[in-house]
């Protein structure tokens, strides 16, 4: 098997393990188990938390002691024992302890996937910006096939989707072993230098342009967190019949739009990429403000929100990925990406479930969750952020950059 194929497979792994319980898990906690919207969103805030705790010290060891590509298969094994211990979990408190080390283990692979992947495009000398959209392709195939099985099998209620998800993880460890590893940077002494790393951070964080986009990613990411926490919860409240497999179309329509992206990435810049993810969301939130059950006219707009998830994920994801990695220093290029998916999955996480637990408990009546004024907060939230985004990121590439490499700001 070529190395470009492997890589796609190892991404639909990668992608798969999540697909099996991240969209579903909210609803089995509120649906079966009873928790509260903010217990849901403390629950989920807990792997943002796993975001910054593994972010930095998981980017220094990949690039300056021990292979990417080594780390990402020993956090999948560890991984697979946690979600195999869910699985069999029959108390709240135990869950929630579990889910959280888990995180620990899963979320750092999502950057070191992506180091992985940077170094294997290069080593092959492809253009990143048409072929790392169509690997990260295979992840959303990935995602959406494991939905879709926990959907058939009707385990999106219960802690049998760990299983997946438990057997998933052992075999990405594993087959991630016949990739090329990662090479690591150490210095002529052998030993690690943390303040090289403090130094490059500052460097970054001190740039306007890059402050401002991670900042933005911080929004960026709550409003996807969201989306993943409380999507399907929204579903089985309107009584959609498979809920999470009439939900996965959202994920599948990434599939769609990352081929558009291609020729966005090679013709417009971030910024407009970014502010076009953004306007979709609040979309999708609006659309699902107004959509229901009930009638087809509100079955149709459902539909339109769900599917106009691919717009606003991947103009968001892919492009962030692939502008910070040639905005940044190539030598730590498993840290910076760290730090891109800290913002997103870390501190976007935290905010976007606290703040949506929030939300949704202070809209709920009787036991009932008022949905249509749920989304319209987010709704109106994420057009605010897109007007600031508008107004404020005004960053220019430096004068050395390869223009042809890096789309214009």
Known sequence: MRNLSKLKLLIFLEFAIWGAYLTTFGTYLIVTLGYSGREVGAVYAGVGLASLLTAFPVGILADKVISASRLYCLCHISGAVCLLAISFADNRDTIMVLFFINALFYVPTLSLSQAIQHYNVEIMALDK??????????????????????????????NKQFWLAAALALATALFSLT???????????GLL????????????????KLLLFFIFCVGLGAALQINNTFANTFLHDIQIPYFSIFNSFSQASS???????IWFLKRFSVKLII???????AARFLLFAYGSADRFSGLLLLACGVLIYGIAYDFFMMTGSIFVD???????????QTMYL????????????ILSGWTI??????????????WLIFAFSTLAMLVLFLFFYRGKPRPEQEKAELPQI
């Open 342 to 353: 800290a913002a997103v999955n870390g501190l976007g996480m935290i905010a976007g479930n």
């Open 193 to 208: 230098k943390l303040r090289d790393f403090i130094r490059h951070c500052y460097i970054s964080l001190k740039t306007p």
């Open 361 to 374: 408990d202070s809209h709920t009546v009787g036991g009932v969750r008022q949905w249509h004024e749920i």
């Open 179 to 189: 990739l090329p590893q990662v090479p690591i940077f150490r210095d002529k002494s």
């Open 129 to 158: 910006r048409e072929f790392f959209p169509k690997v990260r392709i295979c992840g959303t195939i990935g995602f959406v096939s494991s939905v879709w099985l926990v959907g058939l099998l009707q385990w999106q209620l219960t």
């Open 326 to 336: 040639r905005e940044v220093n190539k030598r730590m290029r498993a840290f910076t």
């Open 255 to 261: 599939i769609v739009f990352a081929f558009p992206l």
């Open 275 to 281: 502010a076009v993810s953004m306007a979709a969301w």
